[in-house]
């Protein structure tokens, strides 16, 4: 399916690995212009290398902190202040005891999982709205729809990003700009393989035993891959989404159960 997105521009964040990257390479097999940022420059420029390479767009890699200030002006600077499209994306915060969290705690990962997606859709969603187009995806968490004890912070801070844009989306709908969030369930990155060894640490079982487990409740009893994410997300970035407004969408093989 041609997804009438060739020659846009797009931006990337947390793109050298991970579902970021599988955003990344899908947008590319489109014909997207990308400009890709994490904070691990070696990493990230291989990435640019390789996804330039086999897709033939061009792939800037920004390696910078998004959640920091300087980092979202040095990714805006190579954009030259606009994009077509937006993939916003941080790693979550770790897992704990909500009876261990300080204020301080919350506010990182408010500030990361939040306030970062926020301030940069503030910077690039209002000249889409003039140019009449855009797309924004929000990479958030099946802890949305169903929260996950251990993961109380990522809960706090992406549930509040999930409240700004349910308002947000549609008063940008009007003008050709499309907001929606990703939710995804366990996909087989290095956020899985922490999780998975920390519940091996904590059980004293292996790692494969843990992930086993938690294949076992999974319908589809496997872990999801950062393509079958790619797409969603590049479809939801294509000409054929435009009706697709403020929604949240679940990629968790059906692991919630959920009826609506």
Not at 75 to 85: E, N, P, R, T
Not at 146 to 172: D, E
Request: net charge negative; proline share 4%.
């Amino acid at each position: 399916m041609d997804l009438g997105i060739r020659g846009r521009k797009g931006l990337v964040c947390a793109a050298s690995k991970g579902l970021g990257r599988g955003c990344a390479e899908a947008l590319a097999e489109a014909g997207v212009d990308l400009v890709i940022n994490a904070r691990g420059a070696e990493a990230l420029t291989a990435t640019a290398e390789e996804i330039a390479a086999k897709h033939g767009v061009s792939v800037t890699p920004v390696a910078a902190d998004i959640t920091t200030e300087a980092g979202r002006a040095a990714v805006l600077d190579a954009l030259g202040g606009q994009a077509d499209i937006l993939v916003n994306n941080a790693g979550g915060p770790p897992p704990g005891s909500w009876t261990d969290w300080s204020r301080e705690d919350f506010i990182k990962a408010i500030d990361a999982n939040m306030l970062t997606a926020i301030a940069l859709m503030q910077a690039l969603v209002p000249g889409m709205m003039e140019r009449g187009w855009g797309r924004v995806v929000n990479i958030t968490s099946q802890s949305v729809r169903t929260p996950i004890a251990i993961l109380g912070l990522s809960n706090t801070a992406r549930a509040g990003l999930t409240g700004f844009v349910a308002g947000m989306s549609r008063q940008v709908a009007p003008h050709g700009v499309v907001v929606n969030n990703l939710l995804p369930g366990i996909h087989a990155t290095d956020r899985a393989d922490s999780l998975d060894s920390g519940v091996a640490r904590a059980e004293g079982i292996s790692v494969d035993a843990a992930r086993q487990r938690r294949e076992a409740t999974i319908p589809t009893r496997s872990y999801g891959l950062p393509e079958d994410f790619g797409a969603t997300c590049a479809f939801l970035c294509s000409q054929h989404a435009r009706f697709i407004v403020g929604q949240n969408i679940l990629l968790d093989g059906g692991a919630a159960n959920i009826s609506i």
